[in-house]
């Protein structure tokens, strides 16, 4: 390795920050553009902090095993949904409801998780798009459960939730009994700001979780099972099952991350929340610089602020910079699915380019024989 | 030097009378050796001797359970040991590093090394869920890393990635995680200097040295003679599965040791049935090529191919024999200069060798050879239906193609070749070996070659097949005045077929001899002795030699 | 007893069950008031619609590219042909062939930069193509916004600008290739000969071009690109074509699937229409490496056979609408099957 001088390390940053600068970049002239007072954006970007990074973070155990983006998610969310459900149903409220919808929660997601791991164990090398039509198949059977299981197979006893039909769930569950109890659970406001101090209080504890749980034996596992999988089994690591908890813990998180969620917004759309939620938590997490192969905590949170800022700027932005709010939407929608796109070609990429100067470094003398 | 076990002492390894045979083919007979503490054993033997088998069975591989067991006995400290999986011979001692790494290549040096072993410390959630939870020490890994690196005293830091080491560096890396492991007193080193450049081999062969005076015994699996004479103590030679010569470098020659290696088997064969004179027309001119194929690199070879020969190309694995035909038909990264009948083959462009009329059966038979999922007769035809455009007929104004034909084509080569299956439509994957390398041998034939590489054309196939395989060649070489080049890691087999063998050592022609050559003679030259060596060997024995040096 | 095993084997146990639900509904159909024979005429008329989009997936999975999930790519060239024709005031059959003229060289084009970009990243064409179809159609929304068309039949009537998310094509070419020779059995049945015809006819074109040189040598590529390499076909430029196709093939396919339709649905319409066309091709039998016109139309049949009559039967039976549920758990379980399955992976 040779050293670099100064402006090279610039361009070195530039080029692996090169996602997160262009939306800064994209984000700064939308913010100018859009007209919103700084207390608002503020406001928006803690409360948007607070009620995604969760969501994210839960993305980061299945990276570290290898097995990239992990669209299966969403059935962490469905299991997260179904526990809102039932406390709502049961009326429980406050920090309580919310524990027990994670205890209920808990065992689906392991079950859902385990499912998921031993599904993309069969599909090693495709992942990703497995886990992703996983997620789909999944939604049905959520459809099926909770459209016409519940309230005949499962008793609801509030008719309030129940189609007027007499079972399936409505379309909306209001989750007031649960709004905000975490994010107002401790009191803070700084110049008429709303700082939702609990519930970062629960994200810093959780990545503290993260940091040492890289240094455990089974983090140590992943990690050499995501780099390469044969040696890995040939140094005696039980490989498929560490892939397997690798997905249970990001599902059994994403569960817990969508309850969080769902505290903040206040409403269970019961049929459409969990399907965006995957999508937005991985786009977040690639606009914050993390590509399929490696994430860190500091990609979270940048990403999820960087999304989020272009999130709301773009309809306002579009509004006054091209007159129609509509281009701006769709705009943000573009980008969300632009940036996955992207992320995947330029991993798949690299991915053939390391494997070229992987062989290059066999040829040895050979090439300068000639 | 003297490190020797001591007098009445049981020697760490004994193999009695140890055997095995894959079903009805005998690979192992009768190996008895003892190897004593602190002691290189160096095993030699061509590919296929038996050298690997022994070491699966030494190290409890479950292919050999599977496949019936073995005969004989083997003991550790004069206990008698059965290894039933690589855990069992891990636990009693013994460590192997393999020819093709097993690193996480993102991981450092000491992660590497303390792989699946590393320093665990207790906190109480492990209580809840599991030993999985103990954290890491990584000071005390780093601290292990160090140290079985200094006792191979070698530079290393622990905490490089392994990514950015060079390849020797990864050789030792693995010798150290043997090393860490507790107990290992037996390591088993397979051909590991093939990778290494010659200064790294010469450290590697000091680490060896000082392991052994540590009281480490080893087992050293190399071709290559000069290594084995300066750093055994004790030479076994394996030859067809038996033990043919037990000695100590101070009692042998390299001599001694090619002849044994090599042997003399012509009573198996009956040798090339006529001298024959070949013609002095140049086929195929090589200059200075180089091929980028993993595993096969090859560095500078230069080569003459007369018109009507069958040119043997011969060596160990791993030396670049293999990267030949596949370079100069586009396959892998190339470059240097091929001429064929004076017209220039452009490289790294599979279809300008097709185009000129030059053919390969590839060794990778499965991987490269063969459609598994597609009927014979589209493996038979295609290329010829690609590249001559053959096999179409009108349909309208477009082309298609001719099934007719093309089932005719099949059922002629079915029946010529003697190939076994239902109908042309069966698919390649239910074929056993030999008919598979027959339909490979019909696709190169269809596309009428007039120079034909036929690589490893008898690895995985029958007895009855490779005579079918091996005359078939020699047919078409008499009958049809195809020129052919067959590469094989089977010196016995090229003598019985070519008229002249070229032996390739570290990516570069050793020497071209006629296969009459005494096999001794080609012994030196598989064993990088040189071609001078070689020479006075083949000039002891016969007269009328043709010793080349690249 | 052997052999239905290996029949089932081969054939896989979802496609049995997928086939034997299909029959049950049928035979219950009659017994709880279902008309089996306007039943029947529309599992025909949605066939016709389906199959073309359907077929626009074999290429792609015979040269190896995996299933076409990013369809929708090419039907945003069809978007394009069908709403510029609309423009044109074009009607009827010319109609028609005005949109495919116009959809054809987009098509072409962003067909070669996608199958340019798939061979960039060999190995996750899968994920990659879901993502840049979801892309392109997220992107033509704001085109479909901006692009200056202003017929009074597509544009929002308020704005003057922007068109419509359903555009009527009831007074250009609805049912243009359909009508074709088309009868009526009763009052219920319709049988769609031209578009049948039409599809078939790809169908034949398609079975002669595997047939050509050309087409022998992509399937190889499919099969095995180390072979072909060695037998002198250039695999990027095979792969390249494929997608091509696949991408032609898929604007035709929506311009069929409108004029029988009578509607073209723009913005997020056709966002998830890659994955029905999936499902199809493998219920027909095809997995994610080899496909046939059988596999082709055989799928296509069963699929839109269920989606028809699952709503009907299962509504008499059970007063309620399972379809949707239905419809999301066997497609994508069906997907997931062929994905699962296939353990081997090249690199």
């Known amino acids: 390795m040779k050293s670099t001088s100064g402006g090279n390390a610039v361009t070195l940053f530039c080029m692996r920050n090169a996602v997160p600068i262009v939306f800064l970049l994209v984000s700064s002239i939308g913010i100018y553009y859009s007209q919103f007072t700084a207390e608002y954006l503020i406001q928006e970007m803690l409360t948007r902090l607070a009620r995604n990074s969760f969501l994210v973070l839960s993305l980061l155990i299945p990276i570290m095993a290898g097995m990239g983006l992990n669209f299966g998610m969403v059935l962490g969310a469905m299991a997260g949904q179904i526990g809102l459900i039932f406390i709502s149903d049961w009326n429980v409220s406050g920090l309580y409801g919310m524990t027990l919808a994670a205890l209920i929660a808990t065992p689906l997601a392991i079950l859902f998780g385990w499912m998921c791991g031993v599904v993309l164990n069969k599909a090693r090398g495709r992942e990703m798009v497995t886990s992703y039509i996983l997620g789909f198949f999944m939604n049905g059977v959520y459809q099926l459960a909770v459209l016409y299981g519940f309230g005949s197979l499962v008793p609801i006893l509030n008719p309030e939730l129940v189609l007027s039909r007499g079972y399936g769930i409505r379309n909306v569950t209001n989750l007031d009994n649960i709004r905000g109890s975490l994010d107002n659970a401790i009191e803070l406001n700084i110049m008429g700001i709303h700082v939702p101090l609990a519930t970062f209080l629960l994200i810093g504890v959780f990545c503290l979780f993260i940091v040492w749980f890289r240094r455990t034996k089974l983090g140590q596992d992943m990690r050499a099972t995501g780099q390469d999988l044969s040696v890995a089994h040939s140094a005696g690591i ?133 | 030097m003297k490190r020797g076990p001591m007098g009445a002492e049981d020697p760490l390894l004994r193999v009695e009378g140890v055997g095995k045979a894959y079903f009805s083919n005998r690979v192992l007979k009768n190996v008895n050796f003892t190897l004593g503490r602190g002691r290189i054993l160096g095993l030699v033997g061509e590919n296929g001797a038996g050298k690997s088998t022994l070491m699966n069975i030494l190290f409890g591989m479950r292919v050999i359970q599977e496949t019936g067991g073995y005969e004989g006995k083997i003991l550790i400290d004069g206990k008698e040991v059965h290894f039933r999986s690589p855990m069992d011979a891990l636990n009693a001692g013994i460590g192997m590093v393999h020819q093709e790494f097993s690193l996480i290549p993102g991981f450092t040096v000491a992660e590497n090394i303390v792989l699946n072993r590393e320093t665990l410390v207790y906190n109480p959630l492990v209580e809840a869920f599991g030993d999985r939870l103990t954290t890491l020490d990584r000071a005390s890994m780093t601290r292990r890393a160090d140290e079985a690196i200094s006792r191979l005293n070698i530079e290393l830091d622990s905490s490089t990635p392994i990514s950015e080491l060079p390849v020797g560096y990864k050789q030792f890396t693995e010798i150290a995680r043997e090393i860490d492991k507790k107990g290992t007193r037996l390591l088993v080193l397979d051909e590991p200097t093939a990778v290494l450049t010659e200064s790294e081999a010469d450290i590697l062969l000091d680490s060896m040295r000082r392991l052994a005076a540590q009281g480490i015994s080893i087992i050293f699996i190399s071709h290559r003679l000069q290594e084995v004479m300066s750093v055994c103590d004790d030479i076994v030679i394996l030859r067809d599965g038996e033990v043919v010569l037990q000695t100590t470098p101070a009692e042998t020659s390299v001599r001694q040791i090619a002849s044994a290696m090599v042997g003399r088997k012509i009573d198996r064969t009956e040798g090339p049935a006529e001298e024959r004179r070949s013609s002095d027309k140049v086929a195929m001119q090589i200059e200075h090529l180089w091929v980028d194929m993993p595993g096969e690199t090859v560095r500078n070879v230069n080569l003459t191919v007369f018109e009507g020969e069958i040119l043997g190309i011969g060596g160990m694995a791993g030396q670049g024999k293999l990267g030949i035909a596949n370079g100069i038909m586009g396959l892998h990264p190339a470059g240097g200069k091929v001429t064929f009948h004076g017209e220039n083959v452009e490289l790294n462009n599979p279809g300008s060798p097709l185009s000129l009329g030059i053919s390969a059966v590839s060794e990778d038979r499965r991987g490269v050879g063969l459609l598994l999922e597609e009927s014979i007769a589209w493996n038979i035809i295609f290329t010829s239906l690609q590249t001559q455009g053959r096999f179409l007929k009108s349909f309208g104004p477009l082309k298609i193609r001719d099934e007719e034909a093309i089932a005719e084509c099949a059922r002629k080569y079915i029946h010529d070749l003697e190939i076994k299956c239902t109908s042309e439509k069966q698919h390649v994957q239910e074929l056993s070996g030999g008919n598979q390398q027959k339909v490979c041998l019909a696709k190169a034939f269809e596309t009428r070659p007039r120079l034909l590489f036929v690589a490893e054309p008898t690895r995985g196939i029958d007895v009855g097949a490779k005579k079918v395989v091996l005359d078939t060649l020699k047919r078409y070489n008499r009958e049809h005045g195809m020129t052919i080049v067959v590469i094989s890691s089977e010196l016995e087999e090229l003598r019985s077929v070519c008229d002249r063998i070229a032996i390739i050592d570290k990516g570069s022609v050793a020497g071209i001899l006629p296969a009459s050559t005494p096999s001794e003679a080609f012994g030196y030259l598989l064993m990088g002795a040189g071609a001078a060596e070689a020479e006075k060997a083949a000039n002891d024995n016969s007269n009328g030699t043709e010793a080349a040096s690249a | 007893m052997n052999r239905i095993k290996k029949f089932i084997e081969e054939a896989g146990w979802p496609r049995i069950l997928i086939a034997v639900f299909l029959v049950i509904l049928f035979i219950v159909a009659p017994f709880v008031g279902v008309p089996v024979d306007a039943a029947f005429s529309d599992t025909l008329v949605r066939f016709g619609m389906n199959g073309v989009l359907v077929l626009a997936m074999v290429p792609m999975v015979q040269s190896g590219c995996g299933l076409n999930f990013g369809l929708p790519l090419g039907i945003i060239a069809g978007l394009l042909g069908a709403v510029t024709s609309v423009e044109l005031e074009a009607k009827g059959i010319p109609g028609v062939f005005t949109a495919m003229a116009i959809a054809t060289p987009i098509a072409v084009v962003l067909g070669w930069g996608y199958g340019l970009l798939l061979n960039k990243v060999k190995g996750e064409e899968m994920m990659i193509a879901t993502y840049v179809g979801f892309s392109s159609v997220a992107f033509m929304c704001i085109m479909w916004l901006v692009l200056p068309y202003s017929s009074s039949n597509m544009v929002w009537g308020y704005a003057g600008v922007g068109l419509r998310t359903t555009v009527s094509v009831e007074e250009f070419w609805q049912r243009a290739i359909s009508d074709i020779a088309a009868f009526n059995i009763g009052d219920a049945f319709y049988f769609p000969t031209g578009m049948f015809l039409f599809f078939l006819l790809l169908c034949g074109l398609m079975w002669v071009f595997m047939r050509t040189r050309t087409g022998t040598a992509m399937t190889t590529v499919g099969s095995n690109p180390d072979y072909a390499r060695a037998s002198g076909v250039n695999i990027n430029r095979m792969r390249t074509l494929s997608v091509i196709l696949s991408t032609w093939l898929g604007a035709l396919g929506i311009i069929v699937y409108e004029q029988s339709f009578g509607f073209i649905q723009l913005y997020m319409g056709p966002f998830m229409m890659a994955f029905p066309a999936v499902a199809a091709l493998l219920i027909g039998g095809a997995s994610v490496k080899k496909a046939s016109i059988i596999n082709v139309i055989v799928g296509t049949f069963l699929f839109q056979g269920i989606l028809t009559m699952t709503p009907s039967v299962i509504n008499s039976m059970l007063q309620t609408d399972m379809s949707e549920v239905i419809r999301i758990i066997v497609s994508n379980g069906m997907i997931l099957y062929a994905l699962t399955r296939v353990t081997k992976v090249r690199s």
């Not at chain 1, 813990?249 to 399907?275: C, D, K, M, P, R």
């Not at chain 1, 905590?297 to 800022?309: D, K």
Request: net charge positive; proline share 2%.
């Open chain 1, 238 to 370: 039980p490989v498929m099952r560490t892939r397997i908890i690798s997905i249970v813990i990001s599902t059994v998180l994403a569960a817990y991350g969508q309850i969080i969620f769902l505290q903040n917004v206040g409403t269970l759309n019961t049929y459409n929340s969990h399907e965006q939620a995957g999508v937005f938590a991985i786009a977040s997490l690639l606009v914050g610089g993390a590509t399929v192969a490696r994430a860190s905590i500091l990609n979270v949170f940048t990403g999820v602020l960087l999304f989020h800022l272009m999130f709301v700027v773009s309809p306002m932005a579009g509004k006054y910079l091209v007159g129609d709010a509509q281009i701006g939407e769709y705009f943000r929608v573009f980008v969300c699915y632009a940036i996955i796109s992207l992320a995947l070609v330029l991993h798949a990429w690299r991915r053939h380019a390391d494997k070229e100067r992987a062989r290059a470094a066999l040829r040895g003398e050979a090439g300068g024989a000639a």
